[in-house]
């Protein structure tokens, strides 16, 4: 089956590109370009930088997995990817200002913790850490329960678009250990 690429916005930023295999099946990649380093008809990035290079070399890497028929699409994303894809596509219209800065600052706060895992391993242990670790930076309680009830809505919005959530995260609120 024919892999499609393409990106959807023309805005002056990096975008992610899209992977498309028949009529119904496109999803957004963890891929992005920028739409003035895009050749539509070649549905590759023209090799400008180093990064573009690269970037084409991984686009070719995918359609040949799709074309083998290996399963890519099943990847489970990240903390940050679902935290971004929430504050960039799917509330955009719907948060306020203040509550998108509050997520922003929560994915610069997990950036800083430096272990950013899937949502597919945060178990008790993760989470503890993760408040050990705060508490070693001297943030309050109050914050330290605030970025856990983030970890939570980032956890049942993976579980709302079909990504695997470990089961501490579905069944449990992080919230009792602070």
């Known amino acids: 089956m024919r892999t499609y690429l393409r990106i959807r916005s023309k805005a002056d930023r990096m975008v992610p590109i899209f992977i498309r295999q028949g009529r119904n099946s496109e999803y957004r990649s963890d891929l992005t370009v920028n739409p003035k380093d895009w050749n539509?008809?070649?549905q590759r990035a023209?090799?400008?930088t180093p990064y573009?290079?690269?970037l084409n070399t991984e686009l070719d890497r995918?359609?040949?997995?799709?074309?083998t028929r290996i399963d890519i699409a099943k990847k489970p994303l990240g903390t940050d990817k679902v935290l971004t894809r929430m504050i960039e596509d799917t509330y955009l219209d719907k948060w306020s200002e203040g509550t998108r800065r509050g997520y922003n600052t929560f994915l610069k706060l997990l950036e800083r913790y430096?272990?950013?895992p899937n949502l597919v391993t945060i178990d008790k242990v993760v989470v503890d850490d993760f408040l050990s670790w705060m508490r070693k930076e001297g943030y309050s309680k109050n914050y330290q329960g605030r970025q856990l009830v983030r970890l939570k809505t980032v956890a049942r919005e993976a579980l709302r678009i079909g990504e695997e959530v470990h089961q501490y995260q579905a069944?449990?609120?992080p919230i009792e250990s602070v």
């Open 114 to 116: 430096g272990k950013v």
């Open 40 to 42: 539509n008809k070649k």
């Open 52 to 54: 573009l290079k690269n």
């Open 171 to 173: 069944l449990h609120s």
């Open 46 to 48: 023209y090799p400008r």
């Open 62 to 67: 995918i359609v040949f997995q799709n074309s």
